[in-house]
């Protein structure tokens, strides 16, 4: 069974930085799509970024471009989100999340959903 676990979460002053991880396990895929989704109280989830292990090609909402990078370890099936500039409107819950349907690519995963999902880790952003 396929197992994400985030990690990196916490509370950061506005303007401030974090870096999330994701590690996963028994995740046996020649090629996958794997990314972060966010959920903020009383909001629904939306996906933040996401990148395929197959090119590289990333995805990243309006909001977060040219504060948020992704990258990942493919060896290490880890996967890192590193956030700059945060604002108080990034706090959320973060998931990883993964997906072996290619079709699309990361713009479409990061749309339309992914097949596994971790369990979370909490970013708050105090102005």
């Known amino acids: 069974e396929v197992q994400l676990v985030e990690s990196g979460g916490g509370l950061v002053q506005a303007g401030g930085s974090l870096r999330l991880s994701c590690a996963a396990s028994?995740?046996?895929?020649?090629?996958?799509?794997i990314g972060w989704f966010r959920q903020a109280p009383g909001k629904e989830r939306e996906g933040v970024s996401c990148?395929?292990?197959?090119?590289?090609?990333?995805y990243y909402t309006d909001s977060v471009k040219g504060r948020f990078t992704i990258s990942s370890d493919n060896a290490k099936n880890t996967v890192y989100l590193q956030m700059n500039t945060l604002k108080p409107e990034d706090t959320a819950v973060y998931y990883c999340a993964a997906t072996d349907r290619l079709s699309g690519g990361s713009y479409h995963a990061c749309t339309h959903g992914m097949d596994y999902w971790g369990k979370g880790t909490l970013v708050t952003v105090s102005s």
């Open positions: 990148i395929s292990s197959s090119d590289g090609n990333t």
């Open positions: 028994e995740f046996d895929f020649d090629d996958y799509i």
